[in-house]
């Protein structure tokens, strides 16, 4: 809540901030606002960052695809083709369902 909001409830039962209080309860608003803003910002680069890695793994799987259809080769040397690190070889084997 925003401190013109939490000013105007507080008024409501006849509580007034004054002085060093009002400085205060402003600061630690300004501060909420502050914190707020911040996760929204992480959130979203985390979402485009997940967002990336899942288009760059979706190309990969269509780029493999591809190879082995046009090229009449099998996973392995389609993902040797591709540059594929063999550390990932057995997530992309369990995504085209060669486990």
């Known amino acids: 809540m925003d401190y013109e909001t939490k000013n105007e409830a507080l008024e409501k039962y006849d509580i007034r901030l004054k002085g ?12 909420g606002d502050y914190v ?3 996760g929204t910002e992480k959130g979203i680069a985390q979402g485009l960052q997940r967002g ?9 799987l269509v780029s493999l695809s591809s190879l082995m259809k046009n090229m009449k ?3 392995h040397e389609a993902m040797k083709l591709l ?5 990932e ?6 995504l085209m369902n060669h486990s």
């Open 73 to 75: 080769i099998d996973l």
């Open 52 to 60: 990336i890695l899942q288009g760059k793994e979706e190309e990969r």
């Open 20 to 31: 060093g209080l009002a400085k205060e309860v402003r600061s630690m608003c300004d501060y």
């Open 83 to 87: 540059n594929i690190p063999e550390s």
């Open 89 to 94: 070889y057995h997530k992309y084997m369990k």
């Open 36 to 38: 707020e803003k911040m």
